[in-house]
């Protein structure tokens, strides 16, 4: 069983990530300001001071960690905006961090990136599609992509923009069924278009790529883009509100 170095597992994705994967791997999830309960999710617990590339490559040596996933980021859009300097030493600066101490101890690194790189403009975008980032948020993420393509010799990039249950219904799934549960109207853009993936899609995607030693940056969506207003009618049908 590997063992895996979880940063942000806290968050809405990680979160997912352990409750899909806690079996699977042996996971270590760095744990800083928020409390976390363990429930029955199999993981261990630590504290490392991530502004110290000398801390976390002690660490992953002292336990043979062979995989470190990074979903530390500040995702508010409009905090980003007004925040830039908190957003780049967050969304960027620590990224260069972790990334020079997967180089130094030859771990494989799985970042979660984000589909705000471009603007709109095309129906389908590829990997080597030119970035055009509309937001804050969108250039911290992309000076990151760019740190780790040119320092890590292992990394797996993914692009996504995901979608998964969470209990604080600050997400879009999330805020779609409690309103329909509260027999509330849910309004969504007609006009606003996404590709989202389910969290557990993502999930895979990144361990099959790394269980084939397949690294580099990928694009992860669903088939064809979606309106807000059709996503909401799709968890509508599929929930029998």
């Not at 940063?7 to 744990?31: A, P, S």
């Not at 961090?97 to 589909?115: F, G, M, P, Q």
């Not at 911290?140 to 993914?158: G, N, P």
Request: aromatic share 14%; net charge positive.
């Amino acid at each position: 069983m590997k063992n895996v170095l979880l940063l942000g597992g806290t968050g809405l994705l990680g979160t997912n990530w352990l409750f899909f994967r806690n079996k699977k791997e042996n996971y270590f999830v760095n744990i800083h300001k928020k409390k976390f309960k363990k429930d029955n999710l199999k993981f261990n617990k630590v504290s490392i001071n991530l502004k110290s590339k000398k801390k976390i490559i002690e660490f992953i040596k002292k336990n043979k960690i062979s995989i470190l996933i990074n979903l530390i980021a500040i995702t508010d859009i409009d905090f980003c905006e007004k925040n830039k300097l908190k957003a780049f030493i967050t969304n960027v600066k620590l990224v260069k961090i972790i990334s020079e101490a997967c180089k130094r101890t030859n771990t494989t690194l799985i970042y979660v990136s984000t589909d705000q790189l471009f603007d709109g403009k095309k129906k389908i975008y590829s990997e080597n599609s030119k970035i055009c980032t509309l937001n804050n948020y969108g250039a911290t993420k992309s000076k990151a992509e760019s740190i780790i393509k040119k320092v890590c010799k292992k990394y797996i990039i993914l692009r996504s923009n995901f979608f998964c249950w969470s209990f604080n219904n600050k997400n879009l799934l999330s805020q779609i069924i409690k309103n329909l549960k509260n027999k509330k109207n849910f309004y969504g853009w007609k006009n606003v278009y996404f590709t989202p993936v389910y969290s557990r899609t993502l999930i895979d995607v990144a361990f099959f790529l790394e269980s084939k030693g397949k690294y580099g940056l990928f694009n992860v969506s669903c088939d064809e883009p979606i309106s807000k207003y059709s996503f909401a009618s799709i968890i509508t049908k599929k929930f029998s509100f």
